[in-house]
């Protein structure tokens, strides 16, 4: 396994836990109210924040990479029916991931362009 694919299974790894295991294990606790709060937190402030550190890591690392740069939307997209029952307004954060993912992406590769040459 190349070093381009450790990286990118490491990612998957991530978002893994980032949209399947954390909203799941959220929705399952007691007391709705945290619950919900929980959620709110984890789908406003941090699959924003770790999206866009981890795809300006890859832009650091790899370059511009634009395919793997979607694999957060591709991911969440998939969660979005399993884990949120295809809320059509879960699917509002799919388009807004993929846009900070590809920018944080591309600041990555710009960094890493500028640094090399």
Known sequence: MNRESKRILLHTAVYAI???????????????MSDLGALVTLLLMVNP?????????LGLRLGFRPLSALQPAFLFALSVF?????????????????????LGNAVGAFIRKRKMG
């Open 82 to 102: 399993i884990v949120f029952e295809a809320s059509s307004t879960a699917l509002i954060y799919t388009a807004a991931y993929g846009l900070i993912s590809l």
């Open 49 to 57: 924040a770790v999206i866009l550190v981890l795809s300006g890591e």
């Open 18 to 32: 980032l949209f399947f295991l954390l909203p799941l294990y959220f929705r399952n606790r007691t007391g709705t």
